[in-house]
């Protein structure tokens, strides 16, 4: 009968057994979570980051391409080297029914970046989920070359949660049409 009570005895574990064996599985847990929280982290930076760049692009080359077709800047309506920038084109590219051209608007109005043609209501280009900081317009109309717009924007994720802004910054410059 003592050599089953022996036996039994090696087979048990004793409470400090026990305890070392919780606290390495606390600490494997712990690394675990660790790692899978800077793993969310690190996808919550690359969306802010991603939704911030797609939208800076879609302004950039939305404004780069109306600038192409533009016959010429409307400057009465254009304001150049400041921020928030405004630039009015004139172009003869989806013009309204008896008229040979119109006017397309760029401009920054409650954080967002609006198109607005001539006789239409004015589209928001940008999602709500991010806040343009800066919209810069500069009018390079040298005499030695065709008129042209360069354009810089600035765009930030926008969101009530606490986190990277995720700011981006696009510059391009587009060269308006021949006449």
């Given at each position: 009968m003592s050599l089953i009570l022996s036996l039994k005895k090696e087979r048990g574990f004793t409470l400090i057994e026990i305890i070392v064996y919780i606290v390495i599985l606390a600490l494997i847990s712990l690394a675990i979570l660790v790692f899978i929280n800077q793993?969310?982290?690190?996808?919550?930076?690359?969306?802010?980051?991603?939704?911030s760049v797609d939208n800076?692009?879609?302004?950039?080359?939305?404004?780069a391409q109306e600038v192409r077709h533009a016959d010429s800047v409307y400057t009465p309506t254009s304001s150049f080297g400041v921020s928030p920038g405004q630039v009015s084109l004139e172009t003869s590219r989806d013009v309204p029914t008896d008229e040979d051209s119109t006017y397309v608007d760029f401009y920054v109005d409650n954080?967002?970046?609006?198109?607005?043609?001539e006789s239409q209501t004015a589209q928001l280009l940008t999602s709500e989920?991010?806040?343009?900081?800066?919209?810069?317009?500069?009018?390079?109309?040298?005499s030695t070359s065709r008129p042209a717009v360069r354009i810089s924007v600035t765009v930030e994720y926008?969101?009530?949660?606490?986190?990277p802004k995720?700011?981006?910054t696009l510059k391009t410059t587009a060269v308006l049409r021949s006449i």
């Open positions: 793993l969310l982290g690190v996808n919550e930076t690359t969306r802010r980051t991603r939704e800076a692009r879609r302004i950039i080359d939305t404004i954080n967002g970046v609006y198109i607005k043609r989920k991010v806040k343009v900081t800066n919209l810069t317009f500069t009018n390079l109309n040298g926008n969101s009530p949660i606490s986190g995720n700011e981006v």
